[in-house]
């Protein structure tokens, strides 16, 4: 490897990231210019691996404007051996302060997809040689007008009512079953979406949903419509089978708001309420792998 050269990009080269093809262009990503642009992306930030002058890896930590939280890794491209990358990947960590977290966005189903593993194989085992561990995956789910399951009439549906009772029901509920922006909450503002959604998603809860069995709460949907995308950014329950029914409602809620789409994330372990999203209309859209430090307690 000694021709190769690695680097961050100085100010003025971005169209340099831009020279080697997108490996995976079926992704819906931020354009790295867009990035740049918006401030989350910065050329010094941005490492190059250039070989014969191309280049053959890339790797961009994002931070938004006014984030609280450590760069992560956001995109993390190698038309080279692993070896490659992880050599970038630790010169990059040593400048930057350590390693941070690696966000490997991919596409839908990609374990089952040949064409997919032959370009993310290498990138993967670079971030492992590079000292990361793999700490779980996230998928993103898309609803996009699938008409949406009848209500059973068993339970009924209001709006919460007050700041307070939603605190009291995410008090209650160990393990919500969707967290949209889980990431984006701690990262930019170092909220656990899991324990305190509203100081992430802002008190205007008129369109947050309660299921009630027999006049006691059983679950709650928050949901976000007027956020970059309307989303269901918190689904919780005290009883598991209001799960199919408050999914429905929410998406509804958000449908009647005048959504055309609705995305929600969900853990790929959580496999009972990935089956009920796919079973309301929703489909997958991309996978996230988490990979962090062996020390973090990300």
């Given at each position: ?113 040949p064409e997919v593993l032959a370009v993310v194989r290498a990138p993967m085992a670079a971030a492992q040689l590079a000292g990361l561990v793999e700490r779980g995956e996230r998928l993103r789910c898309s609803w996009t007008g699938t008409p949406l399951p009848a209500s059973s009439g068993r339970y009924d549906f209001r709006a919460p009512v ?137």
């Amino acid at each position: 490897m000694t021709d190769l050269v690695i680097r961050p990009l100085v100010a003025g080269e971005e169209n340099l990231f831009d020279s080697m093809p997108d490996p995976l262009p079926q992704l819906r990503q931020v354009a790295y210019a867009d990035g740049i642009a918006g401030g989350g992306y910065r050329p010094e930030t941005t490492w190059v691996a250039l070989r014969a002058g191309r280049v053959v890896g890339r790797a961009a930590w994002v931070l938004p404007p006014g984030a609280i939280g450590a760069p992560w890794l956001e995109r993390f491209d190698l038309d080279a051996e692993p070896e490659v990358g992880a050599e970038l990947l630790r010169a990059a960590h040593e400048a930057l302060g350590g390693p941070g977290l690696y966000y490997a966005a991919l596409p839908a189903h990609w374990r089952r997809r040949p064409e997919v593993l032959a370009v993310v194989r290498a990138p993967m085992a670079a971030a492992q040689l590079a000292g990361l561990v793999e700490r779980g995956e996230r998928l993103r789910c898309s609803w996009t007008g699938t008409p949406l399951p009848a209500s059973s009439g068993r339970y009924d549906f209001r709006a919460p009512v007050d700041a307070a009772e939603i605190n009291t029901l995410v008090a209650r509920i160990a393990e919500p079953d969707v967290l949209t922006g889980v990431e984006n909450a701690l990262a930019v503002g170092g909220v656990d979406l899991a324990t305190d959604p509203l100081a992430w998603l802002g008190d205007n809860f008129k369109e947050w949903r309660v299921a009630v069995d027999a006049g006691k709460p059983v679950g709650l949907a928050g949901t976000a419509g007027d956020a970059c995308f309307p989303q269901l950014a918190y689904l919780g329950l005290l009883d598991e089978a209001a799960r199919p029914e408050l999914l429905a409602e929410a998406v509804r809620v958000l449908a009647a708001g005048g959504a055309r789409e609705v995305i929600a994330d969900v853990d790929s372990h959580r496999v009972a309420v990935l089956a009920e999203l796919e079973r309301t209309g929703f489909r997958q859209l991309r996978s996230r792998v988490v990979f962090a430090s062996p020390n973090s307690q990300e």
